[in-house]
């Protein structure tokens, strides 16, 4: 399995944007692709933002977040990012990143995730 360490999560207002942050030290991912995915009490985790192993490649939304949202990495720096602007109420969640058990393939569902990091808390007020 592979470490991931997310950070940024925080209480904001709505409006506001919200930087998290996913690194995997010790390991390189520049063959995985890696997304992000997000949970409230009593519903499944769901899907929020997918990106291809190469910066430059593909990325993927779910409806409730594009043009809002924006997946980024740094290979270099074993990170993967998600840049939330325009945030709503209904993004409070537990942020989640995951990675997948193979190389060369991008998870745009929980099923498709081998490893988890241990979730940030993202707060949305009013």
């Known amino acids: 399995q592979v470490q991931l360490v997310e950070s940024g999560g925080g209480l904001v207002q709505a409006g506001d944007s919200l930087r998290l942050s996913c690194a995997a030290p010790g390991r390189t991912f520049s063959t995985y692709g890696m997304g992000w995915f997000r949970q409230v009490p009593g519903k499944a985790r769901e899907f929020v933002a997918s990106?291809?192993?190469?910066?430059?490649?593909?990325?993927y939304y779910a409806d409730s977040v594009k043009g809002r949202f924006i997946i980024s990495r740094d290979n270099a720096k074993n990170t993967v990012y998600l840049q939330m602007n325009s945030l709503k109420l209904e993004d409070t969640a537990v942020y989640y990143c995951?990675?997948?058990?193979?190389?060369?393939?991008?998870?745009?569902?929980?099923?498709?995730?081998?490893?988890w990091g241990q979730g940030t808390q993202v707060t949305v007020s009013s």
């Open positions: 990106i291809s192993w190469t910066s430059g490649g593909s990325k």
């Open positions: 995951g990675a997948p058990r193979a190389s060369n393939v991008i998870p745009r569902s929980p099923l498709m995730v081998g490893s």
